[in-house]
């Protein structure tokens, strides 16, 4: 078993940078975003987003979490998982075009449960979907509107996003 | 967790547990769309032996909001009332695949029978049995103080250091044991004020102080009174000479509620015989948490049902792979 890292501290702050801008290009500047992290890492990058598109922009941009557990269609086949809080910021979502962020795309599942648990909570103009690693893998008919880094990896192999707020450390790895 | 039977074995964590995920399940009912997907599919059967409305329709709500099917059976108008056993009834539920009983029974210890004699698979929830336990009451009592005082600042924490005085027919009460033991798991310290007739005799292997006077109990500046219910149906002898004589020395009148500190919270499971052990003023002030109470009892259960079934099941826990790559 081998771990490689596929990117350090600085390519992290890089591509979140690069997101935040392209966030603000798709949208045409800060009107009505609002930025969704799903739980655990998904939050911690959100908020840097949000941090960094406040700051190019200048306007404050609504920031919260979306807990996707009961949504999930695995629940079943795991352990009990524990839900995580959901924050929806005060404004709530209608009209909105929420930008769901979190750390790693692989099958879709997780976006597809969040897809659901966002009609549950209002009615957004439009979804976005910001993902750090993107490593294929699609089981479901999914794509990400901003990208961090397009990993080609085995579906064996584990990716491991690890964050300073969560784990004490900046990288993102790979296992194989 | 598999059956959800007692609060004496439950532990602090599993506990902690069942209230914090109770604070998530609270979230999504302050919504508009308060139906979540989590139990599609999975089908519950309410067995009411005994007469119930809260815990009953809590149940069903807790149930539905979480989208399982929900099978109501009451003994009254069964075959029970034509002599079926307990066995024959729970392996007709078997056999009609129930994911989960939510059970209530007059003979203490009949859910525990349910779980453990093999005639089921489904797991098992206690909603009352005889004067033994009620769980789901005393872990809603425990969210609701918990929410009282810390607010929005609950999740993970625990009632060390709170002071709890539980009033009345402790004798017949399975509320009152399943708040000691929970109450006393997670930290706070419990005084039990009753008649010397309503105590029952093995106190004092409880967690528990034991006194008999209330307004000494109301003086001493509890964070929380809990008034009980004077069970009828189950007064079979003298424990006190009248409802009167009953109601002045033990029951919250307009007097005691004055002389309460304005931070205690007054408790009552429900349902109330307003008047004898608990008056008008103190049910109705908003230092009351009876309303409080009945709303997170539907969260409570809602997070007891989501940790029960949702999860995969022990017997088909074969080799499934439960590392968090597969969730993404």
């Known amino acids: 078993m081998s771990t490689r890292t596929v990117l350090h501290d600085a390519d992290i702050k890089r591509a979140l940078r690069r997101i935040s801008h392209e966030i603000l290009e798709s949208n045409r500047g800060a009107d009505d975003l609002v930025i969704l992290g799903i739980p655990t890492r998904g939050v911690t990058l959100a908020h840097r987003v949000a941090e960094l598109v406040s700051e190019v922009s200048g306007a404050e941009i609504p920031v919260g979490s979306l807990d996707v557990t009961m949504y999930r269609d695995d629940l079943h086949r795991h352990p009990t998982r524990t839900p995580q809080p959901t924050q929806i910021p005060r404004g709530g979502v209608d009209g909105k075009t929420v930008v769901l962020v979190d750390d790693v795309l692989f099958s879709g599942r997780s976006i597809r449960a969040a897809l659901d648990a966002l009609q549950d909570i209002g009615r957004p103009a439009a979804v976005r979907l910001a993902i750090l690693v993107d490593r294929g893998h699609r089981e479901l008919p999914i794509r990400p509107d901003f990208v961090g880094k397009n990993l080609p990896s085995a579906s064996d192999e584990r990716v491991n996003v690890r964050l300073v707020e969560v784990d004490g450390a900046e990288e993102v790895t790979i296992e194989s | ?328």
């Open chain 2, 1 to 328: 967790m598999r059956h959800l039977l007692d609060t004496k074995t439950l532990s602090r964590d599993d506990a902690l547990r069942i209230l914090d995920v109770a604070e998530d399940m609270a979230d999504t009912q302050r919504r508009e769309v308060k139906k979540l997907p989590t139990l599609r599919g999975k089908t519950i059967v309410n067995l009411f032996f005994e007469d119930s409305t809260r815990t009953r329709i809590s149940f069903e709500a807790a149930a539905k909001r979480l989208s399982a099917d929900v099978i109501n059976f009451s003994a009254k108008g069964s075959s029970v009332s034509k002599g079926e056993s307990l066995q024959d009834t729970a392996q007709t539920l078997q056999a009609m695949a129930a994911d989960a009983v939510v059970v209530r029974h007059g003979a203490s210890g009949a859910p525990r029978t349910l779980a453990t004699s093999g005639w089921i698979s489904a797991g098992v929830v206690n909603a009352g049995d005889g004067t033994h336990e009620h769980p789901t009451q005393a872990l809603l009592d425990a969210f609701t103080m918990r929410k009282r005082r810390f607010g929005a600042d609950s999740r993970g924490r625990d009632l060390s250091g709170m002071r709890v005085a539980i009033v009345g027919d402790i004798l017949h009460s399975r509320v009152a044991r399943s708040n000691v033991w929970l109450l006393h798991t997670l930290g706070a310290e419990v005084t039990l004020v009753a008649p010397p007739t309503l105590v029952p005799q093995d106190v004092t292997a409880w967690p528990a102080h034991v006194g008999y006077d209330l307004d000494a109990a109301i003086a001493d500046g509890p964070d929380a009174l809990m008034m009980l219910r004077i069970q009828a149906e189950r007064m079979h002898a003298a424990y006190f000479p009248t409802e009167r004589e009953y109601s002045r020395c033990w029951g919250l009148d307009p007097e005691r509620f004055a002389a309460l500190p304005e931070s205690t919270m007054v408790m009552h499971p429900g349902p109330m015989n307003r008047g004898l052990e608990i008056c008008a003023e103190a049910a109705d002030s908003p230092r009351s948490t009876v309303l409080d109470q009945v709303t997170n009892g539907v969260s409570v259960r809602m997070a007891a049902l989501y940790l029960l079934l949702a999860g995969e099941r022990p017997a088909q826990a074969s080799e499934t792979d439960t590392n968090e790559e597969d969730a993404r």
